[in-house]
């Protein structure tokens, strides 16, 4: 039996290069007999963290009613984790962001499932290297804070315009990532 996943794109731009590369992503899981769900948090209503320390007083993940209640039962069903983001200022768009910034609710509480996770960049940059901050901060999250095995990263470097990803060898590295979850 497959794997439950859950990809959290994090780009405004529908359609633009970093959906493009989680769907090649998600087309590579399917192929595996895994069960992915895909939300979009770079077009949801999602507000940052507000450290009101009132998680789940409610009986949810948050008091403040918005999009990201939506994601609680993903959230706590999903085995994998997958963050997909354009390089903004060499980080996560401020809406993936506002996202892991919530997950603080479920931190030390036992609630998810999730062991594993994956990161899918893309950005306009052709230096590989400008992509360290969000490789670090991702990798402080989710091993350094969260105890989530990595299994990948695939960067797409040189593709700002929308579309520009098209025939780039990291759709199919995200593919074979997928598979191989």
């Given amino acids: 039996m ?3 996943i859950l990809v959290l ?3 405004p731009r529908v359609g633009g290069n970093s959906d493009l590369l989680a769907a090649a992503f998600v087309e590579g899981a399917k192929e595996a007999g895994h069960a ?6 770079g077009r949801a209503n999602i507000g940052g963290c507000r450290a009101c320390n009132a998680c789940f007083s409610q009986n949810r993940p948050c008091v403040f009613e918005d999009d990201f209640s939506r994601l609680d039962s993903y959230l706590r069903e999903a085995e994998v984790i997958v963050l997909a983001s354009p390089l903004y200022w060499y980080d996560f768009t ?4 506002a996202v892991i910034d919530r997950l603080s609710a479920y931190t030390g509480r036992g609630i998810l499932q999730i062991k594993e996770s ?3 960049l893309c950005g306009a940059v052709e230096e590989r290297e400008k992509f360290a901050g969000a490789i670090e901060v991702y990798r402080l999250i989710t091993q350094g804070s969260l105890n989530w095995t990595d299994r990948g990263i695939v960067l797409a470097p040189g593709c700002g315009d929308k579309g520009a990803i098209l ?3 990291a759709l199919e590295e995200a593919r074979a990532l997928g598979k191989s979850i």
Avoid at 94 to 97: E, I, N, T, V
């Fill in 9 to 11: 794109t994090g780009s």
């Fill in 94 to 97: 401020a809406q993936l962001k």
């Fill in 2 to 4: 497959g794997k439950k």
């Fill in 118 to 120: 994956a990161l899918l």
């Fill in 36 to 41: 992915v769900h895909v939300f979009a948090a």
């Fill in 167 to 169: 025939g780039h060898p």
